[in-house]
C-alpha cells in the first residue's frame, strides 16, 4: 500500500468509530500522517491517532453532546423570552465540557472582569472554543458583534454556530484545525482559552505562530489551574514559564490576572522585536 493509500484508510478507520465521526478530516490527516511516519504498522498509528484525538479533544467531554436536544431546549426559551431559564441551560450544557465546567466557579465575575480592560469589542475570535460561546450572555459585549468560532468537531461547531446566532451574535464558524490553518480573518479580540497545553501535546512551535499570526489587537490566552494532585502552585510557575516562551520575541504588553480556576494572560500587541 502506498504512502497516500495508507492515509485514506486511516482516515475512513477513523471516521468510522463513534468517538471519533465528527471530528474534521483535516485535523485526522493532520495527526494521522504524522503517526503514519512514526508507527512501525498501519493498526499502531490508527491507534496513537485515536489516542492523541482523545487527549485534545474526546478527554474533556463529560458526557455525549445531545446538540439537536439542547438547541431545542435554548430555542424555547428564547421564544419565551425566558433569559433565566436560557441562562440556566447554558449553564447545564457547558457542565458537560471539562474546561467550561471549571469556567463555571468563576462566570459571575470573569467576562466583566476581563472586558473592563478592553476598549470596545467589536469582533471576536474564539480558537478551539469547545463550548466557550456558551458563555455569551455574560460577556458584556453588543448582540451585533461579529462572532468567529474553531474547533475540530463539525457536530460541535455547527450546533456553536446555531447557538450564537440565537444569543444574538453574528456567527461564522468553521471545524478546523487551527494549528495548522490559523483562522485569517481580522477581529478586534481572540480567546485562546486553555488552549496552550493541548496545543502542545501535538506541535509546541505550532502554538506561538499561532498567536503570532492572529490579527487583532487583544489576545487572551489563558491555561487551567485545576490539579488533581493540589499542585496548583507548581502548575502556575510551569504556565507562567511557558507563557514567557510563547511571548519571548515579542514587544507585547501583557497584563496577568489569576482566578480561582484559571490563569490568564491579556496581551496588547504591539510591533514585534526587529
Ligand atoms: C482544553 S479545551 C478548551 C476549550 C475552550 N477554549 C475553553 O476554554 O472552554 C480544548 C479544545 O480545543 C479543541 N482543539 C484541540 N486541538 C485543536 C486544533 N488543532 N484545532 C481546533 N480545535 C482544537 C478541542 O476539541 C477542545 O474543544
Not at 504512502?3 to 482516515?11: A, F, I, M, P, Y
Not at 511516519?37 to 498501519?42: D, E, L, S, V
Not at 431545542?72 to 425566558?82: E, S
Not at 468563576?106 to 469547545?130: E, K, N, R
Request: hydrophobic fraction near 40%.
Amino acid at each position: 500500500m502506498n504512502r497516500e493509500d495508507s492515509v485514506g484508510r486511516l482516515l475512513d478507520e477513523v471516521l468510522r468509530s463513534p468517538r471519533y465521526g465528527h471530528v474534521c478530516a483535516e485535523a485526522i490527516l493532520n495527526i494521522g500522517r504524522n503517526e503514519l511516519g512514526k508507527r512501525r504498522t498501519f493498526k499502531a498509528a490508527v491507534k496513537a491517532t485515536k489516542d492523541k484525538l482523545h487527549q485534545i479533544g474526546g478527554a474533556y467531554f463529560r458526557g455525549i453532546p445531545r446538540y439537536a436536544v439542547w438547541l431545542h431546549k435554548l430555542t424555547t426559551a428564547k421564544r419565551l423570552r425566558d433569559d433565566q431559564e436560557f441562562r440556566h441551560l447554558c449553564i447545564q450544557f457547558m457542565a458537560l465540557h471539562s474546561s467550561t465546567l471549571e469556567r463555571l466557579k468563576i462566570l459571575d465575575h470573569f467576562y466583566d472582569s476581563l472586558f473592563a480592560q478592553l476598549p470596545h469589542v467589536h469582533s471576536i475570535i474564539d480558537i478551539a472554543c469547545g463550548l466557550n460561546p456558551l458563555a455569551i450572555p455574560w460577556m458584556p459585549i453588543a448582540s451585533s458583534t461579529d462572532y468567529y468560532a474553531y474547533d475540530i468537531y463539525q457536530d460541535l461547531i455547527e450546533f456553536i454556530g446555531s447557538f450564537i446566532e440565537l444569543a444574538g451574535g453574528r456567527p461564522h464558524v468553521e471545524a478546523a484545525d487551527v494549528l495548522h490553518r490559523p483562522p485569517r480573518v481580522r477581529a478586534d479580540l481572540a480567546f485562546v482559552l486553555k488552549n496552550v497545553p493541548c496545543f502542545d501535546q501535538v506541535n509546541k512551535a505550532a502554538t506561538s505562530q499561532l498567536i503570532s499570526q492572529l490579527d487583532v489587537r487583544y489576545v487572551v490566552v489563558s491555561f487551567p489551574l485545576r490539579s488533581l494532585g493540589g499542585g496548583d502552585r507548581f502548575l502556575t510557575k510551569q504556565y507562567t514559564a511557558r507563557f514567557a516562551e510563547l511571548v519571548q520575541d515579542t514587544n507585547w504588553a501583557v497584563t496577568r490576572m489569576e482566578y480561582k480556576t484559571e490563569l490568564v494572560f491579556l496581551i496588547e500587541k504591539t510591533e514585534t522585536k526587529s
